[in-house]
């Protein structure tokens, strides 16, 4: 029997991605799952809506110069548990 990382995440505001979603994930792999939850309920993006797409939409949408949005930081943890779990890349020189 093997093992898996995963990373999910979700907008506390998306609507089309509701919590449930993340807690029956989490169900069913119960064993090296994180999960990451960006933003608060009621945030809007810059078009005045829910966010949703936390990697495209919501990473265009976010000033580039905020470092500190919730966007820039879900990308940040996206990196970090890639560079966690793959293995490095070797040259063949």
């Known amino acids: 029997q093997g ?9 506390r ?3 089309l991605c509701p919590p449930d979603k993340l ?4 169900q069913e792999f119960p064993v ?9 309920p ?3 993006n810059t078009a005045g809506e829910r966010c949703h797409a936390t990697y495209t ?4 949408l976010a000033p580039p110069d905020d470092e500190n949005h919730p966007s820039r930081q879900a990308w ?5 548990f890639l560079r ?3 293995p490095p890349l070797h040259s063949s020189t």
């Open 3 to 11: 093992s898996c990382a995963l990373l999910a995440v979700r907008c």
């Open 13 to 15: 505001a998306d609507r």
């Open 23 to 26: 807690q029956r994930m989490q």
């Open 32 to 40: 090296g799952m994180q999960v990451r939850e960006y933003g608060g």
């Open 42 to 44: 009621d945030d809007r």
């Open 57 to 60: 939409k919501e990473y265009r």
């Open 76 to 80: 940040r943890d996206l990196l970090d």
């Open 84 to 86: 966690a779990h793959l």
